[in-house]
């Protein structure tokens, strides 16, 4: 219109212009650089102490540090390995594994479990309490016992994520099983198919949106219980790293751990929803 503003008509031509994905990207790309623009104010003005927030500087520093080998101090020709004798990327892999062996038997228990709780009445009465009772608890409240009855090896930290894991798994599996339509089921059984076909061709298939959604809920809640996990013999692993470098009062490099461990979370998150745009298409289109 003739009357609207420069600023606004420069505003809805940018949006006509620009592809939806193209502005998210733009928008969350802004946002990142006001949000390092505050920090850099923040720090440059000393307006909080820097062994509480470092600079952005001091964190990259951290970063690079804990990525490459550099000398033991100032002066000392001695040359040490990242941190801990670990490069920053193998302990992300290792916590990782960790994530992978854990959540990974989760996967294939928790659909099974939530199929036979969703399909049998009898089966969801007596399990439901002890799946209920055990998403209720906090990690850091049972790692103690999974401790003295696995070690501090890794044993107990892949059990640690995997029973993270396997509530949400399971319970949305049960979720998706219970809202499939009875007019389908009801269908398929007229046209003459029995009690396996009807779980292979109509309930697990309008399940699995609820079970693909039970997985990235369970990968997000496992990742966020990694420094748990690694709370006691964590080396290598971000979490543990992480911890300790926060029990040595290394804010850079605590932050660096935090960052790395974020990114990771959104690459995760992000792949799980590739994976489930490519095994459900047909979601939202029923």
Known sequence: MAGEPPLLRVKNAVEQSLPDVVRSWLVRLIALVVFIAVWLLIAGLHLVDEKFLPAPSAVWDAAVRASTWHQVAPGVPREVLGEQNYFLWEHLVASLQRIFAGVGVAIVLGPIVG????MSKTFNTVTEPYLNFLRALPPLGYIGLLIVWFGIGDTSKVWLLFL?????????????????SRDQINAARALGANRLQVLTGVVMPASLPEVINGIRIAVGFAWTTVVAAELNNGIPGIGGLAYLAGQQLNAPLTIACIIVIGITALLLDALIKWIGVLLVPWKGKA
């Open 115 to 118: 199929f036979a709780m969703g």
């Open 164 to 180: 993270a894991a396997f509530p949400a798994i399971a319970i949305s599996t049960v979720s998706g099983v219970q809202g499939v």
